[in-house]
């Protein structure tokens, strides 16, 4: 007799990250700034007094204080996690048992479908409309009707760039008092209907935020939980005792501590989310009689932009020929997500694309 792998694990298989080089980065929702010198030089002040022969401080202390002074909540409600991915491993297997349901929304980030099942839930999902829109409404009916525990999204949606606005997910969550509501805001601060300052009024909310998007800090790997005293000191509990590294701390620290940097930085992204989309809805324009017609998602509000084309085929020939040309976007069946990039690598993409485009037909 051998050992015999699980159920629930046979056939997984690891996230796929696209190999090789390229030269313009549009897949992965990055920034496409650096942190700022000023920043770096922090970061780098900070690191040096690490006691790289100590644990971290378990409770991230200076990191969620900073954290916090930057979104103007308090820092006893908030958790810091290796990465927002930690923490909604944690809440899935932590906050619910075998067997229960949770509600997710498709399309939307697939980390959520992963872990609910490693967590041994059952998964109900709900179909998002046109344009990929939510109807909080839909949900909360959904959610009754099926007997949900939990319902966790995205928002504003990766990878829709879609949102509900603040109105409906106060509705949403007065309407599911007995549900656990885990509100992903990874993409926020690409909008304005965040929540944060109100997660302390509920107590079914967990609301997530990253350093890896609009800050620049992807490879830090941070993310913070803010939720009610009660909530928050389960997840202190749940997660293991040194789960952020001391460099991490510091760097999360050094980077909080310059706001008008951040800000600067995030003005850049918007301005380069209004030129490719703008860019890319005269394109749909102009192409709307050929082959290569395509429906851009309209308003997007994350850092990236949405791209439908008519022939579903041309989502892999575009990917794919873009690839040969070192320019890597996402491609879903259903669409290709192009991440804002720099003016020169936003310029990039629109030529191929275009090439792409006038060679096909």
């Not at 929702?29 to 006691?51: C, G």
């Not at 059952?122 to 949900?139: F, H, L, S």
């Not at 992204?269 to 809805?281: N, Q, T």
Request: contains cysteine; glycine residues 6%.
């Amino acid at each position: 007799m051998t050992y015999q792998l699980n159920e629930k694990i046979k056939g997984i298989k690891p996230y796929e990250v696209p190999k090789g080089r390229f030269t313009v980065r549009m897949d992965a929702n990055e920034s496409f700034l650096s942190v700022p010198q000023a920043i770096k030089k922090d970061i780098i002040s900070m690191t040096r007094k690490v006691a790289f022969n100590r644990y971290p401080d378990t409770t991230a202390q200076k990191c969620r204080k900073a954290f916090a002074g930057y979104y103007g909540i308090d820092p006893d409600l908030v958790t810091a996690g290796n990465g927002s991915d930690e923490l909604i491993t944690l809440i899935l297997n932590g906050f619910f048992e075998r067997g229960d349901k949770l509600l997710l929304t498709e399309p939307d980030f697939s980390m959520y479908a992963f872990n609910a099942h490693i967590a041994e839930l059952q998964t109900v999902v709900y179909q998002k409309g046109e344009d990929y829109r939510a109807d909080p409404a839909e949900m909360i009916d959904l959610a009754r009707r099926e007997g949900c525990r939990g319902l966790i999204f995205s928002n504003p949606c990766n990878p829709t760039s879609q949102g509900i606005r603040k109105g409906p997910l106060r509705t949403l969550l007065r309407e599911l008092p007995e549900v656990l509501i885990i509100l992903d805001e990874a993409y926020m601060d690409f909008w304005n209907q965040s929540l944060i300052n109100e997660a302390a009024e509920y107590d079914n909310l967990i609301l997530l935020r990253t350093a890896s998007k609009a800050l620049g800090g992807a490879a830090i790997r941070l993310g913070f939980a803010v939720g009610c005293k009660k909530l928050t000191n389960v997840l202190q509990a749940l997660k293991s005792p040194y789960n952020v590294s001391s460099t991490t701390q510091a760097a999360g620290e050094a980077i909080f501590k310059h706001p008008d940097l951040l800000k600067e930085g995030l003005m850049d992204i918007l301005a380069g989310r209004g030129f490719l989309a703008g860019a890319l809805a005269k394109l749909e324009a102009d192409w709307k009689a050929t082959p290569y017609a395509f429906h851009l998602i309209p308003e997007p509000k994350t850092n990236f932009v949405v791209l439908c084309f008519a022939d579903k085929s041309k989502h892999k020939e575009i990917y794919d020929a873009l690839k040969k040309k070192k320019i890597l976007v996402r491609c879903f069946p259903d669409f290709l997500r192009v991440t804002v990039g720099s003016t020169e690598e936003n310029q990039a993409f629109l030529s191929e694309l275009t090439a792409i485009k006038n060679g096909g037909e």
